[in-house]
């Protein structure tokens, strides 16, 4: 049997006993999945295939440390949802430059697109206004539909706090979005 038609369990002992055709089965299995999440979970930036790099290369380093390979993909989408939690918080501690200005990506207005675009870019704004822990529970939630347990153990935390951060950020984006003219248009809000 060839190594691309294995299930996991078979790929995490190929990868456990560095097989070099493990890690390209692995990407070419699992890449979509994995931009999917970082996409929606860091928004349109052009990061995504860096860090999907730097999940990987963490998958492949801790294959030994695999404990249940049946769960391979739960274990990538951990370890992708805590890369993107650690990406946000480096951003979210780099969001005012020393020197005092902002980012880039916060200084330009969102305005310069028009329709859906611009109603996503708003809505990935109002995303980066979530703390990164919100941020990433509100991702794999709503956006990949993770349920809370699966979100609590993606993100290594009890089901009692993935529904307290995804309650906590279900809130606030309803609130920011119900505050945010260009989304509450784009989506029908209005009275």
């Known amino acids: 049997m060839e190594l691309q038609d294995a299930d996991d369990v078979t790929l995490v002992r190929a990868l456990q006993e560095r097989d070099p ?3 390209r089965v692995l990407w070419e299995r699992y ?4 931009h999917r999440l970082l996409r ?32 391979l993909r739960a274990y990538i989408m951990s370890v992708a949802a805590l890369t993107s939690r650690s990406e946000l ?5 780099q969001r005012v430059r ?7 990506a916060e200084s330009t ?15 990935y704004a109002l995303l980066g206004r979530l703390r990164p822990s919100l941020r990433t529970a509100f991702v794999l939630r709503f956006m990949e539909g993770l349920e809370h347990a699966e979100v609590g153990a993606a993100l ?10 995804v309650a906590r950020a279900s809130a606030r984006v309803q609130f920011l979005v119900e505050r ?6 784009f989506l029908g809000l209005a009275n």
């Open 21 to 23: 055709r493990a890690p």
């Open 31 to 34: 890449a979509t999945t994995v």
């Open 40 to 71: 929606r979970a860091l928004g349109p930036s052009s990061d995504v295939e860096d860090v999907a790099q730097e999940v990987f290369l963490t998958v492949f380093r801790k294959a030994g440390t695999i404990r249940s390979p049946e769960a």
């Open 89 to 93: 918080r480096r951003r979210w501690a």
């Open 98 to 104: 020393p020197d005092g200005g902002t980012s880039r």
């Open 109 to 123: 207005p969102a305005t310069q697109d028009t329709g859906a675009r611009t109603a996503v870019l708003h809505f």
């Open 156 to 165: 290594g935390v009890s089901l009692a706090t993935a529904k307290r951060w």
């Open 180 to 185: 945010d003219a260009v989304l509450v248009e």
